[in-house]
Every structure is written in C-alpha cells, then in structure tokens.
C-alpha cells in the first residue's frame, strides 16, 4: 500500500512563510508528477503548483512569485515554499503524486492523495 503523509501546515500571519512537505511511503517502483492542491471552506479544489518528474514546475496564477515547488527523488517526497502568505491564501493543501507500483510482471500507474494540511493566514 502506498501512503502519502503531509506536515508543515499552520497558522500564520499575512506577510509570513511556511514550508510544506509530503512524503510517500510504500513499494514504489516510480513517481512521476507531483502537485499541490488547496481548498478553501465553500470552494472547489484547485491546482496550487506542479512539478513534473523532469523538474519543469508550473503555478496558479495567484501564487506565481510567491510559492516554490521542489522535489527530492532520493526521498519521495515533494515541498511547497509558500512566502508573503496573504488571508486568501488559506485552505487545507493536499499533496498528489502520480505514482508507479510493480509486482514484477505488471506495472500500475495511479494517482495518490495526502490527507491534507490546514494553513491559515491571519490578517
């Protein structure tokens, strides 16, 4: 079984930072792109920042320059550097990987999900 274990949430006030992490656990043949998603009280889940197995990263508009995606093959695990954090900001961030099990004869390929961590932004 796979498992997806996210830390870094918290409070915090507007201009502040916080550092996300989700590492997956489990027999993992590969991992390829991994996202961070959000999702605000009343509102639908929305894609945060991407960042493929390459290195290539793509964000939302309304965090570009703010927040940094990165990733540590050797750990499985991805980050999200979120800096000058603003009250719109806040939600609960999931973490998704798409991720590559075997038993030796087959391969699956299937996406995977964190539990979730709240962050919130005073103002």
């Known amino acids: 079984q796979v498992q997806l274990v996210e830390s870094g949430g918290g409070l915090v006030q507007t201009g502040g930072s916080l550092r996300l992490s989700c590492t997956a656990s489990?027999?993992?043949?590969?991992?390829?792109?991994m996202d961070w998603y959000r999702q605000a009280p009343g509102n639908e889940r929305e894609l945060v920042a991407t960042?493929?197995?390459?290195?290539?990263?793509s964000y939302a508009d309304s965090v570009k320059g703010r927040f940094t995606i990165s990733r540590d093959n050797a750990k499985d695990t991805v980050y999200l550097l979120m800096n000058n954090l603003k009250p719109e900001d806040t939600a609960v961030y999931y973490c998704?990987?798409?991720?590559?099990?075997?038993?030796?004869?087959?391969?699956?390929?299937?996406?995977?999900w964190g539990q979730g961590t709240q962050v919130t932004v005073s103002s």
């Open positions: 998704k990987m798409d991720i590559v099990l075997t038993g030796g004869s087959w391969y699956a390929n299937s996406p995977y």
């Open positions: 960042i493929t197995s390459g290195g290539s990263t």
């Open positions: 489990g027999t993992i043949f590969s991992i390829g792109t």
